[in-house]
T-cell receptor, first 118, second 113 residues
């Protein structure tokens, strides 16, 4: 079974600075998807960024970018020019590319709580 | 367009009572998922529906939990004889198909007294 580990329960960043959230995962598969979701106090899980494992290029989405190291099974999220609205729980998630029972679910890490200091 | 909606937003019930949680997926999305988010267990997959296929129930924690999806759209998660350990946020997500990104609703916070 796949596992996702987020080793930083809490992080803080000064407004306008850059912060990197860590995520590692364990899988024996070669093709899969990785995601970062943001969950503000409103509870709504919001997709931040998605990476397909077969793509070499790191995904970017405005101020958000990832550093995907497939061999190391690492998938970190970099937030540039941090804003107060970035304060939230951030979850790293894995999804297999293959079909079969239980294969369509997302496997989540425990999350990292990000605080943004004005 | 409209996102995934869930109702009620919050539910307080007494131990032993049955509860129903509702999810309205994004229009046109054929895949629907239920997850549970609790302090001790994090985010756990419960059940998955794809079109008219038999649901994947591999994540349901006990036979007190069941779900249905009517007309390929709205889904209801039912918890019978609720226990205090059922207290959690129940999240619903939908996707265009089972390979596409999952979009989440705001969740239902369930408290069992």
């Amino acid at each position: 079974a796949q596992t996702v580990t987020q080793s930083q329960p809490e992080m803080s960043v000064q407004e306008a600075e850059t912060v990197t959230l860590s995520c590692t995962y364990d899988t024996s598969e070669s093709d899969y998807y990785l995601f970062w979701y943001k969950q503000p106090p409103s509870r709504q899980m919001i997709l931040v960024i998605r990476q397909e494992a077969y793509k070499q290029q790191n995904a970017t989405e405005n101020r958000f970018s990832v550093n995907f190291q497939k061999a190391a099974k690492s998938f970190s999220l970099k937030i540039s020019d941090s804003q107060l609205g970035d304060a939230a729980m951030y979850f790293c998630a894995y999804r297999t590319l293959y079909s079969g029972a239980g294969s369509y679910q997302l496997t989540f890490g425990k999350g990292t709580k990000l605080s943004v200091i004005p | 367009g409209a996102g995934v909606s869930q109702s009620p937003s919050n539910k307080v019930t007494e131990k032993g009572k049955d509860v129903e949680l509702r999810c309205d997926p994004i229009s046109g999305h054929t895949a629907l998922y239920w997850y549970r988010q609790s302090l001790g267990q994090g985010l756990e997959f419960l059940i998955y529906f794809q079109g008219n296929s038999a649901p994947d129930k591999s994540g349901l924690p006990s036979d007190r939990f069941s779900a249905e999806r009517t007309g390929g759209s709205v889904s209801t998660l039912t918890i019978q004889r609720t226990q205090q350990e059922d207290s959690a946020v129940y999240l619903c997500a939908s996707s265009l198909d089972n390979r596409e990104t999952q979009y989440f609703g705001p969740g239902t916070r369930l408290l069992v007294l």
